[in-house]
């Protein structure tokens, strides 16, 4: 039997402020992209930073308002969830497509270590589960059946961006 993942982890910047918006029926969303780019040695031993990838996330309820309360602009985050495509029709009537992450784990600027990859580990070992980055709220490890919302959960046109 074949076994299938569907993960993704990265370590950047954000771009832009996070967007909170609400669904018609209360659910928070919130919206931002981090800029990551690959580091390499060149023959002579210096270091090169390659091509910036920028990542579309998504986040939903309480971390999506966690995120809008705790991030900013340029912050270094850790993100982690899996890769979702939606599609839709714009107002001109072409179809377009969009590929996500949408975000089970996000850890802030206060628990991401600022040196350079080249300078030691770019995550600090955390000894449980990462909590959601709001600093005030006490995190619970998420429920197996407390599912975060899929887009078989959500109409499309519930996505207010």
Same mark, same amino acid.
């Given at each position: 039997?074949?076994?299938?993942l569907?993960?993704?982890?990265?370590?950047?910047?954000?771009?832009?402020?996070?967007?909170?918006? *609400?669904?018609?029926? =209360?659910?928070?969303?919130?919206?931002?992209?981090?800029?990551?780019?690959?580091? *390499?040695?060149?023959?002579?031993?210096? /270091?090169?930073?390659?091509?910036?990838?920028?990542?579309? +996330?998504?986040?939903w309820?309480?971390?999506?308002?966690?995120?809008?309360?705790?991030?900013?602009? =340029?912050d270094?985050?850790?993100?982690?969830?899996?890769?979702a495509?939606?599609? /839709?029709?714009?107002?001109?009537?072409?179809?377009?497509?969009?590929?996500?992450?949408?975000?089970?784990?996000?850890?802030?600027?206060?628990?991401?270590?600022?040196?350079?990859f080249?300078? =030691?580990?770019? +995550?600090r070992?955390?000894?449980?589960?990462?909590?959601?980055?709001a600093?005030?709220?006490?995190?619970?490890?998420?429920?197996?059946?407390?599912?975060?919302?899929?887009? %078989?959960?959500?109409?499309?046109? %519930?996505?207010?961006?």
């Open positions: 039997m074949a076994i299938n569907n993960r993704v982890e990265v370590v950047g910047n954000l771009t832009r402020d996070p967007e909170l918006r *609400y669904t018609p029926n =209360g659910k928070g969303v919130a919206g931002f992209a981090v800029a990551t780019n690959r580091r *390499y040695q060149d023959p002579n031993g210096t /270091w090169i930073d390659g091509d910036v990838e920028f990542h579309e +996330v998504v986040v309820d309480r971390l999506a308002e966690g995120c809008n309360k705790a991030l900013k602009k =340029g270094r985050v850790f993100v982690s969830g899996r890769l495509t939606r599609s /839709w029709e714009g107002q001109d009537g072409a179809k377009r497509t969009k590929t996500e992450m949408v975000a089970d784990t996000v850890i802030g600027p206060d628990q991401v270590n600022r040196a350079s080249g300078d =030691g580990p770019a +995550v070992p955390a000894a449980a589960p990462a909590a959601p980055v600093p005030a709220a006490p995190a619970a490890a998420p429920s197996p059946t407390a599912a975060p919302a899929t887009e %078989d959960d959500i109409n499309i046109e %519930d996505i207010p961006f």
